[in-house]
């Protein structure tokens, strides 16, 4: 598939503002009936997702990224649940007249796909889910371990050794990868701040110790998960429990990948998420 259109350099970073705080988002692509709308993973923002990914799935429907309560440009104080993340989501959406969409979440935003076709199932068509655990898996315990592990790097290399495996072929595509969330220059995100960053520690934790109250068997939608074969965030098989689980699924492991699968994939991804948001 080729990818020429570059929505992601040029879209505005457009403000809306609910119940006194004030939410960054970029829309990309042309309007459209069901929406794409974007979660971004612990301490991401809006420049976080690679361009290859948001052009591609711009090119046939609007695209829409956010900063959740908080997080990059938005403002307010980052909720540490995944249910208030999940109820700050909700209230952006409905203020932009959004009535059905489709998710894409990754990693922390898969946690709140989950949520909120748990809360809210009527709003959602469609889920993808990359990069995501179910409740109360144990490895999610150790998260603060492998951030503080992450925190000891420089920023590339941190970057790399989150989301990449060790080797060189995935090395490679993490640093391509890293060249192409720079390709923006103009009207770019802040960095997310420490009470952010602690809040949203603080959720995924939580989340992997509370008991599961989500019914995944439940959770009716057509769902894609994407996941890499060596994800020591997340642990991979949690990945496999969600698809167990879920009743109408499909996975895909992508081989040599850690955290940041569709990273090094992102060809491949756009392909699948196509054939699965406009096919399946």
Not at 221 to 226: D, E, R, S, T
Request: aromatic fraction near 12%; charge should be negative.
């Amino acid at each position: 598939m080729s990818i020429v259109v570059n929505y992601h350099a040029t879209a505005p970073t457009q403000y809306i503002d609910v119940d006194g705080i004030r939410y960054a988002y970029r829309v990309l692509g042309e309007p459209s009936a069901i929406p794409l709308i974007c979660f971004q993973h612990f301490t991401g923002t809006l420049d976080n997702w690679d361009p290859i990914i948001t052009n591609g799935l711009a090119a046939n429907r609007q695209v829409i990224i956010f900063d959740n309560k908080g997080v990059g440009n938005s403002t307010g104080t980052t909720p540490d649940s995944v249910a208030a993340m999940t109820a700050d989501a909700i209230e952006f959406i409905a203020a932009l007249g959004i009535k059905k969409f489709d998710i894409l979440g990754f990693s922390l935003g898969g946690f709140i796909a989950q949520y909120m076709a748990h809360i809210r199932p009527d709003l959602i068509r469609k889920i993808i889910i990359v990069g995501a655990a179910p409740q109360g898996v144990k490895v999610l315990h150790t998260f603060p371990e492998l951030i503080a592990k992450a925190m000891q790097l420089t920023p590339p290399e941190r970057f790399l050794f989150i989301f990449f495996t060790a080797s060189e072929a995935s090395r490679s595509k993490g640093r391509a990868t890293l060249g192409r969330l720079y390709e923006r220059q103009a009207d770019r995100d802040e960095e997310t701040v420490l009470p952010a960053v602690q809040a949203q520690m603080t959720a995924i934790t939580n989340w992997g110790k509370a008991p599961a109250d989500i019914e995944l068997s439940k959770i009716t939608h057509p769902v894609m998960i994407i996941q890499g074969s060596n994800d020591e965030m997340m642990d991979s098989h949690t990945s496999y429990e969600l698809f167990q689980q879920l009743p109408d699924a499909v996975l895909s492991f992508y081989p040599d990948a850690a955290h940041g699968s569709f990273y090094q994939y992102p060809e491949l991804f756009v392909n699948q998420a196509e054939y699965f948001l406009s096919q399946y």
